[in-house]
């Protein structure tokens, strides 16, 4: 069983990035040929896949949020993280991690979800 958990601030000031960490147990990371994504839904609105970075760190991003986003990774914890840069309240979303399948897409595994707020 893979577990998922998102962690970090609930509240972001706009202007600053928005950084979550997903932890992964019962699976790592860098095992071929899993992804591991980011996605957000903001309130009233559908599920937006942010990015992803696969099995072997490679990225790629969204292409509505490409200049603003990073993730990356530390495989001797088995996490991987998101950073947001210059926030508005429109980032205001539910952010979560979830595993995919590297280059097919659908995911498997999911963390519960952790509600980001961007506000002065």
């Known amino acids: 069983q893979v577990q998922l958990q998102e962690s970090g601030p609930g509240l972001v000031k706009p202007s600053q990035t928005l950084s979550l960490t997903c932890t992964v147990s019962?699976?790592?990371?860098?095992?071929?040929?899993?992804?591991w994504a980011w996605i957000r839904q903001p309130p009233g609105k559908g599920l937006e896949w942010m990015g992803v970075?696969?099995?072997?760190?490679?990225?790629s991003y969204s292409p509505s949020l490409k200049s603003r986003t990073s993730i990356s990774r530390d495989t001797s914890k088995n996490q991987f993280s998101l950073q947001l840069s210059s926030v508005t309240p429109e980032d205001t979303a539910v952010y979560y991690c979830?595993?995919?399948?590297?280059?097919?897409?659908?995911?498997?595994?999911w963390g519960q979800g952790t509600q980001v707020t961007v506000s002065s």
């Open positions: 979830a595993r995919s399948l590297t280059d097919v897409g659908g995911y498997d595994y």
């Open positions: 019962g699976g790592s990371i860098t095992t071929s040929f899993y992804g």
């Open positions: 970075i696969a099995y072997d760190g490679s990225t």
